[in-house]
């Protein structure tokens, strides 16, 4: 089963979508010719000459349209040119050493997905604008805010982010989408689709810091970070890093300690009002 896959993965990545099986019980045998019935000078042609090569291109009209593999690979840009050997990431396997993921990615056929082509600044900004008005963000988007994750980002799960969904932190308004969430980095993030829809449908809360963090909060008002470790920390070039001291951090903390202050003070309230038997 193992050597069937192999093959099936190798047919793929050359645009097959059917296998050939080689075994000799499902060999074409050659075509039996009566050599008493031949012309003396009649000639025994066991393969095609040389000058008109055997036409092997498939009949089918979806050839060449088949499913092919995806790998996805995520390392820095200074490791692949060779400034330095930080490993990588390979999708369903873990880390990579910095001489695999050269060797993988030299084979590979790459989708390369450019943004912001233009004649100028202005043009770039008003396509990046245009893109957060969308409700369904490009290749590209994705596959940043999948790279800078990993894995779903509630506490605790660790679903693949390449089979998670996109969830917008900020619900998108799609009567008004320059009143709501925007489709941008700092508004998306991955959810396995169970935790996805706790999050749209329970008690749930969440939110996402300066430092491209993710907050949770329970519905007892308990807050928790969503993954502690990311992409960003394992590929430090996706996102700017600010020094321990920066002003915001504690900025940052503050507010948090304040929401969970606040949510645990109405509970409080609500026991006081409540007394059992409720």
Same mark, same amino acid.
């Given at each position: 089963?193992?050597?069937?896959?192999?093959?099936?993965?190798?047919?793929?990545?050359?645009?097959?979508?059917? =296998?050939? +099986?080689?075994? *000799?019980? @499902?060999?074409?045998?050659?075509?039996?010719? &009566? #050599? !008493?019935?031949?012309? /003396?000078?009649?000639?025994?042609?066991?393969?095609?000459?040389?000058?008109?090569?055997?036409?092997?291109?498939?009949?089918?009209?979806?050839?060449?349209?088949?499913?092919?593999?995806?790998?996805?690979?995520?390392?820095?840009?200074?490791?692949?040119?060779?400034?330095?050997?930080?490993?990588?990431?390979?999708?369903?396997?873990?880390?990579?050493?910095?001489?695999?993921?050269?060797?993988?990615?030299?084979?590979?056929?790459?989708?390369?997905?450019?943004?912001?082509?233009?004649?100028?600044?202005?043009?770039?900004?008003?396509?990046?604008?245009?893109?957060?008005?969308?409700?369904?963000?490009?290749?590209?988007?994705?596959?940043?805010?999948?790279?800078?994750? =990993?894995? +779903?980002?509630? *506490?605790? @799960?660790?679903?693949?982010?390449?089979?998670? &969904? #996109? !969830?917008?932190?900020? /619900?998108?308004?799609?009567?008004?989408?320059?009143?709501?969430?925007?489709?941008?980095?700092?508004?998306?993030?991955?959810?396995?689709?169970?935790?996805?829809?706790?999050?749209?449908?329970?008690?749930?809360?969440?939110?996402?810091?300066?430092?491209?963090?993710?907050?949770?909060?329970?519905?007892?008002?308990?807050?928790?970070?969503?993954?502690?470790?990311?992409?960003?920390?394992?590929?430090?070039?996706?996102?700017?890093?600010?020094?321990?001291?920066?002003?915001?951090?504690?900025?940052?903390?503050?507010?948090?300690?304040?929401?969970?202050?606040?949510?645990?003070?109405?509970?409080?309230?609500?026991?006081?009002?409540?007394?059992?038997?409720?």
């Amino acid at each position: 089963m193992s050597q069937r896959r192999a093959d099936a993965l190798l047919a793929l990545a050359h645009g097959r979508r059917a =296998l050939d +099986c080689h075994c *000799p019980d @499902c060999a074409p045998e050659p075509a039996e010719q &009566d #050599l !008493d019935t031949l012309e /003396p000078t009649q000639p025994v042609e066991t393969e095609a000459p040389a000058d008109e090569p055997a036409d092997t291109s498939p009949s089918c009209s979806c050839a060449g349209h088949g499913p092919r593999p995806t790998f996805h690979i995520i390392g820095n840009l200074s490791t692949l040119v060779g400034l330095d050997n930080d490993p990588g990431m390979l999708d369903g396997h873990g880390l990579i050493d910095a001489d695999t993921m050269r060797s993988l990615l030299a084979d590979a056929i790459c989708d390369v997905v450019t943004a912001g082509v233009g004649n100028g600044p202005s043009d770039a900004d008003a396509q990046a604008a245009a893109a957060a008005s969308r409700y369904v963000p490009s290749r590209k988007l994705q596959s940043l805010v999948r790279a800078g994750e =990993l894995c +779903c980002t509630f *506490p605790g @799960c660790n679903q693949p982010v390449w089979i998670s &969904d #996109l !969830d917008h932190t900020h /619900p998108f308004d799609h009567t008004n989408p320059d009143h709501g969430g925007k489709t941008s980095e700092r508004n998306l993030k991955p959810l396995c689709r169970f935790h996805h829809r706790i999050k749209t449908f329970g008690a749930w809360q969440d939110s996402q810091d300066e430092y491209m963090s993710i907050w949770f909060e329970s519905p007892t008002g308990h807050v928790y970070q969503g993954n502690s470790f990311t992409g960003r920390d394992l590929f430090g070039a996706l996102t700017p890093r600010k020094p321990p001291d920066h002003p915001a951090r504690q900025r940052i903390a503050d507010d948090r300690a304040a929401r969970t202050t606040t949510h645990r003070r109405k509970l409080d309230e609500w026991d006081i009002a409540n007394p059992p038997p409720f």
